[in-house]
């Protein structure tokens, strides 16, 4: 077996991408009702104004009030292909010591919590997004038991990211996520987005750049956010002589 890998760190890994991919399926989404056809391994999300067939579908698990069962151990019996990516978030489990992600069963009462199904279901998925390299999930819930499944769909692809869009999923994430370690958890982010990274000053400062933004974000001594700024960056435009241009504008979102 490899080096153990804590499911704290996944989830830090996880947790601002896999956020920013569920506010846009969300939005993409709108109001809808949703239905499955398991052994057509097809998930259609039905719209006022259009629906969506998802014909790429991962069954991870189930979740209700008692406990989280992976797909691969329902006694359904799955067509193998739908449960494929669950299967390989056990192979990693197995390999890197995480028992959560192996163990075929699991209760969501921990230390005195009860957390609800659609969490419980919600941060496993987010542990598997980082094992299988696909970010779009779903959970619906149905009589009680929560749902959880990557999905693919065009639609569902992120646009490339925006300062807006970044100090959104920094200021709401780090405030609503369980993250345990700021500095990986952002890192994480940012380099999955396409943006170049580099910590300076002993790891006190973060600063990023890329597809037309560029900031810095500040940790306190206890390695929380302490301040982030994110700027729209312009290419320069050569105007006639004697006319004035803005190189920056920017779009400050500090965090205190």
């Not at 489990?93 to 995480?98: A, P, T």
């Not at 009589?143 to 990211?161: K, S, Y």
């Not at 807006?164 to 380099?191: E, F, K, M, N, W």
Request: aromatic fraction near 8%; charge should be negative; include cysteine.
């Amino acid at each position: 077996m490899s080096e153990s890998v804590p499911l704290t760190r996944l989830l830090d890994d996880a947790g601002l991408l896999s956020l920013e991919h569920r506010l846009h399926l969300e939005e993409v989404l709108g109001a809808h009702a949703w239905q499955a056809d398991l052994d057509g391994r097809r998930l259609e999300f039905v719209g006022a104004e259009r629906s969506i067939v998802c014909t790429k579908v991962h069954l991870l698990g189930t979740a209700d009030a008692e406990s989280w069962l992976w797909g691969w151990a329902n006694p359904w019996g799955y067509p193998p292909a739908l449960i494929k990516a669950a299967q390989t978030v056990r192979e990693f489990g197995f390999r890197y010591g995480v028992a959560e992600l192996c163990a075929a069963e699991l209760p969501v009462h921990l230390a005195g919590a009860a957390p609800e199904p659609h969490q419980v279901a919600g941060l496993l998925a987010d542990a598997a997004k980082v094992v299988c390299g696909r970010w779009s999930s779903y959970c619906g819930v149905t009589n009680g038991t929560c749902v959880a499944f990557l999905v693919e769909h065009p639609a569902f692809l992120l646009p490339p990211p925006t300062a807006s869009g970044l100090a959104r999923v920094l200021a709401y994430g780090i405030g609503a996520l369980p993250l345990t370690d700021h500095r990986r958890a952002i890192h994480s982010y940012l380099t999955r987005r396409g943006l170049l990274t580099e910590f300076l000053d002993g790891y006190r400062w973060l600063e990023f750049s890329g597809h037309g933004v560029a900031g810095d974000i500040e940790f306190d001594a206890s390695g929380h956010v302490a301040h982030f700024d994110i700027q729209v960056v312009m290419d320069r435009i050569e105007l006639p002589s004697g006319t004035m241009t803005h190189s920056a504008h920017s779009d400050r979102a500090p965090v205190t």
